[in-house]
């Protein structure tokens, strides 16, 4: 009895410790990222430029409309993809899923274009990442059905197979619209490879809405979650029913996504990361470690932003680009410790 | 397709046995591939009659008229090139696919899965943004280096090739190429940026008689090779004990069939770019059809990869008239559901 209090005040502190550095760490990246680059700002320029903001000051007007909206975004769209990386590898089982990975990128990219091309509704500047959102589900649950057909069910290799697929349709479709459609190219060209230059206050502030009903949704469902976690059986033992938590967390993982690709555009590989970093979280899925991998995912989000920017300091490279850098090798690594 | 269909044919002291339906498949796609050329040398932005057609082959005899002449110039350095371009690249990538698809024994390598094409393209890329004078020849040499470096960087690390390690690794390796990639074009000056991303996106508009020579030496060689070889491969297929016993030096045979392999993608990667699901999609196509032994399904699958890039091609410059659609896209277009379709059919296999 003693032993047990006595392991979980263990647990705790570490999980406090935990928390605590890596939202240190988020805040230094942050302030970091917001005071240097091309013209780097001392400190207490920020805080005047936070509480007493002057328009006339061209160190203020950097900060609040170039790299406040920038950060802003960087930070929704980290924990956004992370949260629905981790998901989508509780639901599926399945640690190698990450919502670039599996289409949920490439449907709601070829939503927000097509909407873009053809405009429907009038209002659609407010609803893309609802229009997004829906994108990445349709796809991902087309994904889903080709992937978990045949006698052995949802395999890893089919489910990556199909990604890979749907993925390369809706890429193939998107760039054909681009193609043929330049003014929707203009519009769209910086935040189709991932690139943070492009983000606005109103992109972001659109786009919190829908990530925090994902939010919500998400931690509606993770106690079931993790009962779940201990196999269907004994979730429907404790009386949680599979099938519809299952759907909602999907349907949570669609809505984040949604948002994040609103706001930043497709940067894929945040999911796979930020969760690969932690051990012993996919066991025993909880409130704690869904904020451990949002927190972790807007730092690593953060971090490839500011490497993007300073690393061939004149020119900017993508984004996405640098966390396809670093999520191939993840991948790999992930799946060879399993295999083995 | 019992035995019983194979015909002989004596000349003297010279005998061959051929497989009725399988040559008579073979013509089939033959006539289709021929009709499909004759399609796309008179369509695109300029309709050119078939009489200057034959006049170009040297068929009939020329006419002195101006718009003959201009029509021959519009034949000989755009259309006929790009045309012999296409059909020499799909059926490099079909081959190089069905090889990859045989010696993995894994109905989803493809080259563009496994990090090759990847591999390839960036030192080709390299090659292009770091001395952009090179002679075109250097190209596909660069681009073997680089896709037999990323070949055997994934053959190594799965430690063989016919496990779910080696497809996994080698989309790993692919992803984290085309990144490298992404940030190579970022970070270079855009001076020749142009010339790369056009060459980048699976593009066969630059095409040039000298890129065809290029390709064409490349291609008889391999397809040599390759048919010499196949009876071995054939044996293999029966498992690896068998293939011992019968006599098949299998290291030998798998070395010279996956380089190969390389040599076919390299070579097409670096004359016309990124250019997909051809090697996925064409041997499974093939596997439709009636096909007596390897040999003859390694002629039809380059048949069909052939068929299915001039198609794509020339669907690419007329759909949309004015604007071009690259090759590569239109590829994927039709190639990402062929893939989906095969993966629903093999659901219970993989």
């Not at chain 1, 410790?17 to 680059?37: D, K, Q, S």
């Not at chain 1, 924990?79 to 509780?90: D, E, F, R, T, V």
């Not at chain 2, 030496?217 to 090779?225: G, R, S």
């Not at chain 2, 299998?250 to 390389?262: D, E, L, P, T």
Request: glycine share 8%; proline share 4%; net charge positive.
């Amino acid at each position: 009895m003693s032993l047990s209090a006595n392991t979980k005040t263990t647990q705790q502190c570490s999980h406090t410790r935990r928390l605590g550095f890596i939202t240190a760490l988020v805040i230094g990246l942050t302030a970091l990222h917001l005071l240097y680059g091309a013209r780097s700002i001392p400190i207490g320029t920020l805080a005047q430029a936070l509480f007493h903001y002057n328009p006339h000051d061209f160190d203020h007007r950097v900060l609040i409309s170039l790299r406040l909206p920038r950060v802003l975004a960087m930070l929704l769209a980290g924990s956004c993809l992370a949260i629905a990386g981790y998901l989508l590898q509780i639901t599926l089982r399945n640690r190698l899923s990450d919502p670039h990975l599996l289409g949920l990128n490439a449907g709601a990219s070829l939503a927000v274009v097509l909407v873009t091309a053809f405009p429907i509704a009038p209002l659609f500047s407010m609803v893309r990442p609802l229009v997004a959102s829906v994108g990445a589900a349709l796809l991902f649950s087309l994904v889903l059905v080709i992937a978990s057909a045949g006698k052995k069910g949802l395999q890893p290799l089919k489910l990556i197979f199909c990604g890979i697929a749907f993925s390369a349709l809706a890429g193939a479709i998107t760039s054909t619209i681009l193609i043929l459609d330049e003014d929707t190219l203009d519009q769209l060209r910086f935040w189709l490879i991932g690139d943070g230059a492009g983000a606005n206050l109103h992109t972001v502030l659109i786009s919190l809405p829908f990530a925090g009903a994902g939010l919500v949704l998400s931690l509606l469902i993770m106690p079931q979650l993790s009962a779940m976690s201990l196999g269907d059986a004994m979730a429907k033992g404790l009386g949680a029913s599979v099938q519809k938590i299952r759907f909602m967390s999907l349907l949570a993982a669609a809505l984040l996504t949604g948002s994040a690709v609103s706001a930043v555009g497709p940067i894929g590989f945040i999911g796979l990361i930020s969760a690969a970093l932690w051990r012993g979280i996919h066991s025993r899925p909880s409130a704690y470690s869904l904020a451990l991998v949002a927190i972790t995912g807007a730092a690593i989000l953060m971090a490839a932003d500011m490497a993007a920017i300073s690393l061939f300091a004149p020119k900017e490279l993508p984004t996405g680009a640098l966390t396809g850098l670093v999520g191939a090798p993840v991948f790999l690594w992930i799946f060879v410790r399993r295999m083995r | 397709m019992s035995s019983s269909a194979l015909v002989a044919l004596r000349s003297g002291q010279y005998s061959i046995r051929i497989h009725l339906t399988s040559v008579l498949t073979i013509g089939v796609l033959l006539l289709f591939l021929l009709g499909l050329i004759y399609f796309a040398l008179i369509t695109g932005s300029e309709t050119i009659a078939t009489s200057s057609i034959l006049a170009y082959l040297h068929i009939e005899p020329a006419q002195p008229s101006l718009a003959y002449q201009y029509h021959t110039l519009i034949l000989d350095a755009f259309r006929a090139p790009r045309i012999t371009l296409a059909v020499l690249c799909g059926a490099m990538l079909a081959c190089s696919g069905a090889v990859m698809q045989s010696l993995t024994r894994n109905g989803l390598a493809d080259p563009s899965l496994l990090g090759v094409r990847e591999g390839a393209a960036l030192c080709v890329v390299a090659l292009i943004l770091a001395a952009p004078g090179v002679a075109l020849a250097w190209r596909p040499v660069v681009g073997m280096l680089g896709g037999l470096a990323s070949g055997v960087f994934v053959l190594l690390l799965a430690r063989g090739s016919s496990s779910i390690r080696f497809v996994m690794i080698g989309i790993s390796l692919s992803w984290f190429l085309s990144a490298l990639m992404m940030v190579l074009l970022a970070a270079t000056d855009t001076k020749d940026l142009q010339t790369v991303l056009i060459w980048l996106a699976g593009n066969l508009q630059g095409a040039t008689w000298q890129s065809v020579q290029l390709v064409a030496i490349l291609f008889t060689i391999a397809i040599i090779a390759l048919l010499i070889s196949a009876p071995s491969a054939d044996i293999e297929a029966l498992g690896d004990a068998l293939a011992i016993s019968l006599g098949v030096r299998r290291k030998w045979v798998n070395i010279i069939r996956f380089s190969v392999a390389i040599f076919l993608v390299a070579g097409s990667v670096s004359v016309a770019g990124s250019i997909g699901f051809v090697g996925l999609i064409a041997p499974h196509l093939a596997r439709f059809l009636p096909n007596y032994s390897s040999r003859y399904q390694l002629i039809s699958t380059s048949l069909i990869g052939a068929i299915l890039v001039l198609g794509a091609d020339t669907l690419g410059r007329s759909a949309f008239a004015p604007v071009e659609l690259p090759t590569g896209i239109v590829i994927a277009v039709i190639g990402a559901p062929t893939l989906i379709i095969l993966l629903w059919t093999r659901r219970n296999q993989l």
